[in-house]
């Protein structure tokens, strides 16, 4: 049972719907370069227009602070939009986000239509969530739908505010993140077990902290286990080190000991002069003061996949070894492709977020055998804090 409306909950015909979508796209040369965000809204939009609604879609783009900065205009999506929409959904776009310019647009809508708006950090008052703002965007709407679940880590107007003014819903992407996620950390099957890679402690302190109360089984990677490792008296050499955390990183152990939650940490690795010594790579147990870790060693491996296939669930925010560079991607592929037998075998839930997992289980070809993966970055990670997000909490009802 969900805390928010869907768009099950509402006749749509005939009504205005303002949609805050993420349209943040990745472009170079005035051309969007990967349309991922784009095609993951469409089917909302699509819902939307073919139930009769008049679709009013807003997002930010880039960091124009305030300004009207021409490069960076949300026309650059437009035709990739429009494709995305199919020939059959008609498309427009305005140079404004509020105003009589858009009042007017508007008010010349057609059921099934969609118009795009301009790029809402054109206002500073976007970013500062600012009453008055959220109102001018909403009067020319009957309905709020958020379908941003990237941004709702923000309370901005059009996150926060605007949803406030409105009946309000989640969209089909907001709605599945949020049932992924409830069902991964709120309400799991049991032994649940997270992988958190990544360079630094210090960033996912918040994070670690969390897990340990919610997670069976906490398995750490990457740039962070060498804190760990090294909190615990375990020689590192040359490796990537947060010295000063690890107070912190004993404090979670402890902690973790104490509430029964099991931290693996490896036991063996990949090691290096630097990362583009690859050629010279080595398999240790012990690291030569000369060398740096930059994965796991086959004996994780083994231990992170063994303990994986008696868990139900599984999270997962970070690689555990540098895989962008070979041969230092092999433990992060391996575990990618055990996550995705057991999630096709239907012994695993598999949910994994965060920039650089999408792209290691993209790079490993397993993507589309993972339960869900969130393109959310910062949205993702607050969630897995624990944290309250205000554009989520602006939906409940």
């Known amino acids: 049972m969900n805390n928010f409306k869907t768009l099950d909950d509402y006749d749509f015909k005939g009504k205005r719907v303002l949609l805050r979508a993420d349209l943040n796209v990745p472009a170079k040369n005035g051309v969007v370069t990967d349309t991922t965000r784009i095609d993951r809204v469409a089917p909302t939009i699509k819902e939307l227009a073919e139930k009769g609604a008049r679709v009013i879609v807003v997002s930010h783009f880039g960091r124009p602070d305030g300004k009207k900065v021409p490069e960076m205009s949300l026309k ?86 605007a949803a406030k003014l409105l009946p309000n819903a989640a969209g089909r992407l907001m709605q599945e993140e949020l049932e992924a996620l409830n069902k991964a950390l709120s309400t799991p099957e049991r032994p649940v077990a997270a992988i958190v890679g990544g360079a630094k402690v210090s960033t996912k302190l918040d994070l670690l902290g969390n897990l340990i109360t919610k997670v069976n089984v906490l398995i750490i990677g990457g740039g962070m286990a060498n804190t760990f490792l090294y909190a615990k008296g375990v020689e590192i050499g040359n490796s990537l080190c947060e010295r000063e955390m690890a107070d912190n990183a ?46 796991i060693g086959p004996e994780s491996t ?76 910062g949205a993702f990670l607050e969630w897995l804090e624990g944290k309250t997000l205000p554009g989520v909490h602006a939906l409940e009802k």
């Open 76 to 161: 650059i999506v437009f035709d990739d939009l429009g494709k995305a929409l199919g020939k059959d959904i008609p498309l427009a776009f305005v140079d404004d986000c509020i105003g009589e310019k858009v009042a007017d647009e508007v008010a010349k809508m057609k059921d099934g239509e969609v118009l795009l708006l301009e790029n809402l950090r054109f206002y500073a008052q976007e970013e500062d969530n600012d009453a008055d703002f959220a109102k001018e965007l909403a009067k020319n709407a009957d309905i709020y739908v958020n379908d941003a679940f990237s941004t709702a880590h923000r309370a901005h107007a059009s996150t926060e505010g």
């Open 250 to 295: 004993r404090a979670i152990m402890a902690k973790a000991e104490e509430i029964g939650c099991d931290i693996v940490l490896p036991s063996d690795f990949v090691v290096a002069k630097n990362l583009e010594d690859g050629a010279n790579a080595k398999e240790v147990s012990a690291v030569p003061a000369e060398d740096m870790i930059l994965d």
């Open 302 to 377: 083994k231990e992170v996949i063994k303990k994986l296939e008696n868990c139900r669930t599984l999270i997962w925010n970070g690689p555990v070894g540098a895989f962008e560079n070979k041969p230092f991607e092999k433990a992060t592929f391996a575990i990618a492709d055990a996550v995705a037998k057991l999630t096709k075998e239907g012994k695993l839930l598999s949910v994994a977020g965060g920039g650089d997992t999408v792209s290691a289980l993209n790079k490993s070809g397993v993507e589309k055998d993972i339960s869900y993966i969130s393109a959310a970055g």
